[in-house]
């Protein structure tokens, strides 16, 4: 029984520090109408939380704290790959005045890892952080289209392909064949798919053993990304810079 409560302490900790974040800050009673626990339960969990300073209460509302900036910065920094491909994104982004972002899969979830943007990009609300279903972004589905069939099945069985807009692609079938285009191109496209009025285009990033192991992609207002652009600039640039990555990652 200690056990089990000792888990369930854990999950409600982590699901009132997620709607903290969700709210952006709230009082006692919003945050616990918002997880659906009694105030007291919500009230002790925030106290702990505070004392181990993850949160912040000011003016009778509470907050996360500035210890889990710390946290993720350290995590990122584990990561291998933000640390060879960092640079090259910005030397996309340098070339393109456009977004350049990177990704990995974590969970079942496109996770973005490094973004960047030029002086004239789109300005949008994507963080880095930021976890996403992952059918719905040309970053994501390259990174599914070269996964192992098994983990591929077991991510869209587990999450399925919820609509995220109008645009994004919720029928197996039809994605099943978008993925078998993207493993011979070796190239993704989004037409809205996840944001209205932004277009993107990535590429796979490849280890040693040709698994992988994330994606990059460019990104900009669907008025910019048209044309031979759109098909052919634009991918030329993220497929050569994916094998920078790659060769990089390897011998890093």
């Known amino acids: 029984m200690t056990g089990e409560n000792g888990i369930q302490a ?9 709607s903290l974040t969700e709210l952006n800050g709230a009082g006692v009673s919003e945050l616990a109408r918002h997880v659906g626990l009694p105030k007291s339960t919500v009230h ?14 000011e003016d009778g509302e509470y907050r996360t704290g500035l210890k889990f900036l710390q946290i993720s910065e350290s995590a990122r920094n584990q990561h291998d ?34 973004r960047n943007r030029g002086s ?22 390259v990174i599914l289209a070269f996964l ?3 983990r591929r099945q077991e ?15 919720t029928d197996r079938d039809v994605l099943a064949q ?21 277009r993107s285009v990535a590429a796979p990033i490849l280890d040693g053993s040709g698994s992988v192991i994330g994606s990059i ?28 990555i790659e060769l990089n990652h390897q011998h890093s």
């Open 10 to 18: 854990v999950d409600r900790a982590f699901d009132i520090v997620e």
């Open 44 to 57: 002790n969990h925030l106290n702990t939380l505070e004392r181990a300073e993850y949160v912040v209460h």
């Open 81 to 114: 790959l933000y640390q060879v491909a960092r640079p090259e994104v910005d030397q996309v982004v340098e070339k393109t005045g456009e977004i350049s972002a990177l990704m990995a899969e974590e969970h079942g979830r496109g996770v973005f890892i490094y």
């Open 120 to 141: 004239e990009a789109a300005r949008i609300d994507t963080c880095v952080g930021d976890r996403v279903p992952i059918h719905c972004t040309a970053l994501g589905k």
């Open 148 to 150: 192992p069939e098994q």
């Open 155 to 169: 991510i869209i069985d587990h999450h399925g392909l919820p609509a995220v807009n109008h645009n994004t692609i």
């Open 178 to 198: 978008e993925l078998e285009t993207i493993r011979d191109e070796k190239i993704a496209y989004d037409d809205e798919e996840r944001l209205n009025g932004l």
């Open 217 to 244: 992609s460019i990104a900009g207002p669907t008025h910019r990304m048209q044309g031979d652009r759109f098909q052919t600039e634009l991918p030329e640039i993220v497929l050569g810079t994916a094998n920078v």
